[in-house]
T-cell receptor, first 115, second 114 residues
Framework: AQSVTQLDSHVSVSEGTPVLLRCNYS??????LFWYVQHPNKGLQLLLK??????LVKGINGFEAEFKKSETSFHLTKPSAHMSDAAEYFC?????????????FGRGTSLIVHP | NAGVTQTPKFQVLKTGQSMTLQCAQD?????MYWYRQDPGMGLRLIYY???????DKGEVPNGYNVSRLNKREFSLRLESAAPSQTSVYFC?????????????FGQGTRLTVV
């Protein structure tokens, strides 16, 4: 069975400190992996995606994610948090069904950034 | 660049009323999706359409119907709204030909059923 698990519902950091948002997935084949961000009362914006070209993926706004097949993980990191990073973050895995790719969401991690 | 457009943005319904949420994309994508977002639950798939003329149930289809009107448009209908359907609804589209192709989302419809 395919699934995606975000290990923390909330992460709280101080501005200027590193960010780590954790995501694990379960898939019987090589997955398509994405991170999306949702700012309050806004739509969803793609942060980055894993394309199998490299295990370390760079995204927008200084975010990165590392694909670790042995750990079935795709954790999101940023070296230094900014107040504007406060938002909801979703790890997404696309599973195939009948020839179509179905984006399946984790439950989300709320990032809180303190001044 | 319109992308994915949803209407309306906000709606309040009384229990038992019906309504249709509209979604249109201008990216020539084959696949379209409807999700609902509830606090702590992420986005859950209601229905999807892999291509024009096909629709399939997702994780939470009960109480909803969909129509893929043409390649651009994918509507979601609530026949008899219930308070449990109070949620934020998102439409999305993607090009199904690439496994690493991301989905593009509309701005959402905030629906309240009283």
């Amino acid at each position: 069975a395919q699934s995606v698990t975000q290990l923390d519902s909330h992460v709280s950091v101080s501005e200027g400190t590193p960010v780590l948002l954790r995501c694990n997935y379960s898939s019987s084949y090589s997955p398509s992996l994405f991170w999306y961000v949702q700012h309050p009362n806004k739509g969803l914006q793609l942060l980055l995606k894993y394309t199998s070209a490299a295990t370390l993926v760079k995204g927008i706004n200084g975010f990165e994610a590392e694909f670790k097949k042995s750990e079935t993980s795709f954790h999101l990191t940023k070296p230094s948090a900014h107040m504007s990073d406060a938002a909801e973050y979703f790890c997404v895995v696309s599973f195939t069904s009948g020839g179509s790719y179905i984006p399946t969401f984790g439950r989300g991690t709320s990032l809180i950034v303190h001044p | 660049n319109a992308g994915v457009t949803q209407t309306p943005k906000f709606q309040v319904l009384k229990t038992g009323q019906s309504m249709t949420l509209q979604c249109a994309q201008d990216m020539n994508h084959n696949s379209m999706y409807w999700y609902r977002q509830d606090p702590g639950m992420g986005l859950r798939l209601i229905y999807y359409s892999a291509s024009e003329g096909t629709t399939d149930k997702g994780e939470v289809p009960n109480g909803y119907n969909v129509s893929r009107l043409n390649k651009r448009e994918f509507s979601l209908r609530l026949e008899s709204a219930a308070p449990s359907q109070t949620s934020v609804y998102f439409c999305a589209s993607s090009d199904r030909t690439g496994m690493n192709t991301e989905a593009f989302f509309g701005q959402g419809t905030r629906l309240t059923v009283v």
